[in-house]
């Protein structure tokens, strides 16, 4: 049985220079794990019973960075699932996208991370050790960058 968990990939728009293209405003919300290696993933968690996989995003990332579902718009058509192995198990992990409503709203995280940062795609990569990490946001901003 592969472990599950969702989540959110938060971005935000900010108000972009007259010379610069839409997409350079875009940055994206990583939190970095007070545990383990200390990576930076977006919030993300194991699914509780009785929940369905969106409703384990929205919780998470309440949890993990203090955003009620009411502050994020779900962006439709976009839906990722990576799967890896986690301490030689498998695990899914199930991604939605989401836009900040006020770029400007406080992140809080919980003891689960200990910073967070607001990053643009190049640095966000950066950040995101994993490939497929790095190439979901890659996807992610190709899709944002697509619906212009």
């Known amino acids: 049985m592969a472990v599950r968990a969702c989540g959110l990939i938060i971005y935000r728009r900010l108000q972009p220079a007259p010379s ?11 939190l970095q794990t007070s545990y383990g290696t ?6 993300k968690g194991h699914v509780d019973p009785g ?3 969106l409703q384990t995003a929205f919780r998470e990332t309440q949890e993990e960075a203090g955003l009620q579902a009411s502050q994020l ?21 199930v991604y939605w996208l989401a836009e900040m409503k006020d770029c400007n709203t406080e992140i809080k995280l919980s003891e689960e991370h200990q910073a967070f940062q607001w990053l643009k795609l190049e640095d966000a990569c950066k950040f995101a050790e994993y490939e497929d990490m790095q190439a979901t946001l890659k996807e992610v901003h190709q899709f944002l960058c697509s619906r212009g």
């Open 51 to 53: 929940e369905d996989d």
């Open 38 to 43: 200390h990576h930076w993933t977006p919030p």
């Open 73 to 93: 718009t779900l962006i439709e058509g976009y839906k990722k699932e990576l799967h890896y192995p986690v301490h030689g198990k498998p695990k899914t992990v």
């Open 20 to 30: 610069s293209k839409v997409t350079d405003s875009i940055e994206y919300l990583l």
